[in-house]
Nanobody, 125 residues
């Protein structure tokens, strides 16, 4: 059974850091998958933040997080991380990890077939 479990969210002051984890089971990331991080703020659509092609290491970041967020993968732990630095209040959202079968810089939610449950990130000003 494919499962993705997001964790690591919390409350942090502006300028602070958090590292989100997406623990994966049911498939291995040494194969050619794409793992994406999305976020959804209240009243807003779900937004693609970053993704990684797990076999070849391709990465993508939406413009608003470039230079602040870093996506990475750990094959031994079968886990994908999102390191978030210099956090801003506008980063406040529920963050989800999800799986896609192919890499694309156009991160549309319908391109992802399995989703984690989400973890809340709140950045205070």
């Amino acid at each position: 059974e494919v499962q993705l479990q997001a964790s690591g969210g919390g409350l942090v002051q502006a300028g602070g850091s958090l590292r989100l984890s997406c623990a994966i089971s049911g498939f291995t990331i040494d194969q050619d998958w794409t793992i994406g991080w999305f976020r959804q703020a209240p009243g807003k659509e779900r937004e693609g933040v970053s993704c990684i092609g797990t076999k070849y290491g391709l990465t993508y970041y939406t413009d608003s997080v470039k230079g602040r967020f870093t996506i990475s993968s750990d094959v031994a732990r079968n886990t994908v991380y999102l390191q978030m630095n210099s956090l801003k209040p506008e980063d406040t959202a529920v963050y989800y990890c999800a799986r896609a079968r192919s890499f694309s810089e156009v991160m549309t939610p319908r391109g992802y077939d399995y989703w984690g449950q989400g973890t809340q990130v709140t950045v205070s000003s």
